[in-house]
T-cell receptor, first 112, second 115 residues
Framework: SQQGEEDPQALSIQEGENATMNCSYK?????LQWYRQNSGRGLVHLIL?????REKHSGRLRVTLDTSKKSSSLLITASRAADTASYFC????????????FGTGTQLKVEL | DSGVTQTPKHLITATGQRVTLRCSPR?????VYWYQQSLDQGLQFLIQ???????AKGNILERFSAQQFPDLHSELNLSSLELGDSALYFC??????????????FGAGTRLSVL
C-alpha cells in the first residue's frame, strides 16, 4: 500500500524557477528518501534524511522533514530541462525493516 | 549506471505462463529487494533478501516467489500470469541493513506485458 500522498501530482515550471514538492506519510519512520525516475526507467536516489534531521542539502536540492506533521518537502532550485522527471518520496518505516514505502509521485516538467 | 543489472529488459508473454526475472546486485551489496510498479498500484514492495535469506515480505502474491543465490544474484518467479501482472518490476540492492542510512540502488527494470 502507498505510504502517503505527494503534492502536487504534476508541476510545470520554466527553466530557472524553483520547484517544490511535498510528501506526507502515515507512520513512524527511520528515514525518508527522495528518488527520481525518468519516464519508465529506473529510480535514481537523490537524498536521504534521517528521522532526527530537519533539513539537508545536496547541490541544488534541499529537503526538509517535519516528523510531527509527518511531512517532507523537496526543493529543486534553478531548475533545468534535464530535471524533468517523476519524483518520489520513500520512507523506511520504524520496525519495517529496510523496505521502502513509496508515495504517489510528482511529475515535474521543466520547460525551456 | 546504478551497478544493478536486471534481465531481460522486456518480456511479452501470455496469460497462464510462467516467467523468471533476474537481478545482479551491485558488487558488495548483500540485500536485494523486488518492487512492482503499475499504473493503478504505484510502486509496491514485494520482497527482500539479505545474504541468501528472506528478510521481509510485502504485497507479494502466492503465485510469485523469489530467491537469492550464494553468489547474491536474485530471481523473481511469476507464475499463472494474469493480465493484471503487467507492470515494471524493479530490483534494488543495498549494502546491508543499517536502518539509519540504507540507500537502495535500483536497476533499470523489467517491463512485463501479459497478453
Amino acid at each position: 500500500s502507498q505510504q502517503g500522498e505527494e503534492d502536487p501530482q504534476a508541476l510545470s515550471i520554466q527553466e530557472g524557477e524553483n520547484a517544490t514538492m511535498n510528501c506526507s506519510y502515515k507512520t513512524s519512520i527511520n528515514n525518508l528518501q527522495w528518488y527520481r525516475q525518468n519516464s519508465g526507467r529506473g529510480l535514481v536516489h537523490l537524498i536521504l534524511i534521517r528521522s532526527n534531521e530537519r533539513e539537508k542539502h545536496s547541490g541544488r536540492l534541499r529537503v526538509t522533514l517535519d516528523t510531527s506533521k509527518k511531512s517532507s518537502s523537496l526543493l529543486i532550485t534553478a531548475s533545468r530541462a534535464a530535471d524533468t522527471a517523476s519524483y518520489f518520496c520513500a520512507t523506511e518505516e520504524t520496525g519495517g525493516g529496510n523496505k521502502l514505502t513509496f508515495g504517489t509521485g510528482t511529475q515535474l516538467k521543466v520547460e525551456l | 549506471d546504478s551497478g544493478v543489472t536486471q534481465t531481460p529488459k522486456h518480456l511479452i508473454t501470455a496469460t497462464g505462463q510462467r516467467v523468471t526475472l533476474r537481478c545482479s546486485p551491485r558488487s558488495g551489496d548483500l540485500s536485494v529487494y523486488w518492487y512492482q510498479q503499475s499504473l493503478d498500484q504505484g510502486l509496491q514492495f514485494l520482497i527482500q533478501y539479505y545474504n541468501g535469506e528472506e528478510r521481509a515480505k510485502g504485497n507479494i502474491l502466492e503465485r510469485f516467489s523469489a530467491q537469492q543465490f550464494p553468489d547474491l544474484h536474485s530471481e523473481l518467479n511469476l507464475s499463472s500470469l494474469e493480465l493484471g501482472d503487467s507492470a515494471l518490476y524493479f530490483c534494488a540492492s543495498s549494502v546491508g541493513t543499517n536502518l539509519a542510512k540504507n540507500i537502495q540502488y535500483f536497476g533499470a527494470g523489467t517491463r512485463l506485458s501479459v497478453l
